[in-house]
C-alpha cells in the first residue's frame, strides 16, 4: 500500500514559479513509476509529467514541456513537480500518483494509488 501527500499548491501571478512536493508512505516507492496529473473544473484529469523508478527517464504533456520539471528523491520518498513559466490555463487541482510500472506510463489507469490534490491557481 502507498499513500501519497501532496503540497506546495497556492497562488501565483502569470509567469510565475511554483513546486509541488507529493511525499509518499510504504517501502516501495523507490521501485515505482511516479506521475503528476492535473483537472481544470469540468475538464478530464490529464498527464502532466512521469519519472521512472531512479529517475533516468522522464516524460512531459507538450502542453508543460520546457516549462515543468519533474524529479524524484528516492531517500525522502518524495517527487516534485517544477513549475515555471506559469498561465493561466496551468490552473488546476495537481495530483500525485504512483504506479507499478518500471517504465514512465500516461494514463489514469497505469497508475494505482493517488493522494488528495493540491490547488494551483494562476492569476493573469
Known amino acids: 500500500q502507498v499513500q501519497l501527500v501532496e503540497s506546495g499548491g497556492g497562488l501565483v501571478q502569470a509567469g510565475g514559479s511554483l513546486r509541488v512536493s507529493c511525499a509518499a508512505s510504504?517501502?516501495?516507492?523507490?521501485?515505482?513509476?511516479m506521475g503528476w496529473f492535473r483537472q481544470a473544473p469540468e475538464k478530464e484529469r490529464e498527464f502532466v509529467a512521469a519519472?521512472?523508478?531512479?529517475?533516468?527517464?522522464?516524460l512531459y504533456a507538450d502542453s508543460v514541456k520546457g516549462r515543468f520539471t519533474i524529479s524524484r528523491d528516492n531517500a525522502k520518498n518524495t517527487v516534485y513537480l517544477q513549475m515555471n513559466s506559469l498561465k493561466p490555463e496551468d490552473t488546476a487541482v495537481y495530483y500525485c500518483?504512483?504506479?507499478?510500472?518500471?517504465?514512465?506510463?500516461?494514463?489514469?489507469?497505469?497508475?494505482?494509488?493517488w493522494g488528495q490534490g493540491t490547488q494551483v491557481t494562476v492569476s493573469s
Open positions: 510504504g517501502r516501495t516507492f523507490s521501485m515505482r513509476t
Open positions: 500518483a504512483a504506479s507499478s510500472s518500471i517504465v514512465v506510463v500516461t494514463t489514469t489507469d497505469d497508475y494505482r494509488f
Open positions: 519519472i521512472n523508478w531512479n529517475g533516468g527517464s522522464t
